[in-house]
């Protein structure tokens, strides 16, 4: 019964723009596992239980600590675009700091254009086809 909880807990944070402070440490544990397991797939290679178990904890502990306002979905994008544009083919604390802080810079660069004019990376962030109304099409209550 624990485990299913926990399974659809880690849906919820991949699924949703939740902030990195918002997601108790247990979730966002599983759910960095599940993306360095990912992550080594996509990059050819295999690692054994404990260093997953180990790594999982550590990207779980940096992100609260260092990025926690950022979302769980804006680690996601920083690992596939690392991942497609690296030349180190070594998953370790280095090389995911490296491209989670140039995911924030491009995040930080790109937060005072309008959406239409932001980079292509960050069209997940876009609330379009999400269900939201924008603000101009509500009517007002009387």
């Known amino acids: 019964m624990i485990e299913i909880w926990i399974m659809k807990q880690i849906v919820s944070v991949k699924q949703t723009n939740m902030k990195i402070k ?66 180190k083919f070594v998953l370790n604390v280095q090389t995911y700091y490296s491209w989670i802080k140039a995911h924030r810079q491009l995040i930080w660069n790109e937060a005072s254009k309008e959406p239409e004019r932001q980079d292509k990376r960050l069209k997940y962030r876009s609330r379009k086809g999400t269900g939201l109304k924008s603000i101009t099409n509500i009517k007002q209550i009387k």
């Open 22 to 87: 918002e997601i108790h440490i247990q979730e966002l544990t599983i759910a960095c596992n599940d993306l360095l397991f990912k992550t080594l797939v996509e990059l050819g290679q295999s690692k054994d239980e404990q260093w997953l178990i180990a790594m999982s904890h550590s990207l779980a502990n940096d992100l609260k600590e260092d990025f926690k306002n950022l979302e769980f979905q804006d680690i996601v994008q920083a690992f596939r675009e690392g991942v497609r544009n690296t030349d």
